[in-house]
């Protein structure tokens, strides 16, 4: 059984920094996706940004340059380093990860919070 753990939330004021960590086990299949969304009270959940297996990455405009997103492929793991926090990115953050082939499947972390407050 898939899991994918999520570690790193809490509360920070704006312009402060946090790192998100999330490890997936239980899977021998090629990890094709790993990533990270996020959802805000009341509102849809929503890309932040995900890294393929070959390094490529991909982020939502509202984060970019300010946070960055990494993988350990022998660990399995993803990273989300966020950088000058706002009080917009207050959210839970879920870690996602798309695993295997013909047919690939999504799966997602329970989730871990994000607060930006003074």
């Known amino acids: 059984q898939v899991q994918l753990v999520e570690s790193g939330g809490g509360l920070v004021q704006p312009g402060g920094s946090l790192r998100l960590s999330c490890v997936a086990s239980g899977s021998s299949f090629r990890i094709n996706v790993m990533g990270w969304y996020r959802q805000a009270p009341g509102k849809e959940r929503e890309l932040v940004a995900t890294v393929i297996s070959g390094g490529s990455t991909n982020y939502a405009g509202s984060v970019k340059g300010r946070f960055t997103i990494s993988r350990d492929n022998y660990e399995n793991t993803v990273f989300l380093q966020m950088n000058s926090l706002k009080p917009e990115d207050t959210a839970v953050y879920y870690c996602?990860?798309?695993?295997?082939?013909?047919?690939?499947?999504?799966?997602w972390g329970q989730g871990t919070q994000v607060t930006v407050s003074s």
């Open positions: 996602y990860a798309n695993i295997g082939y013909l047919p690939s499947r999504d799966y």
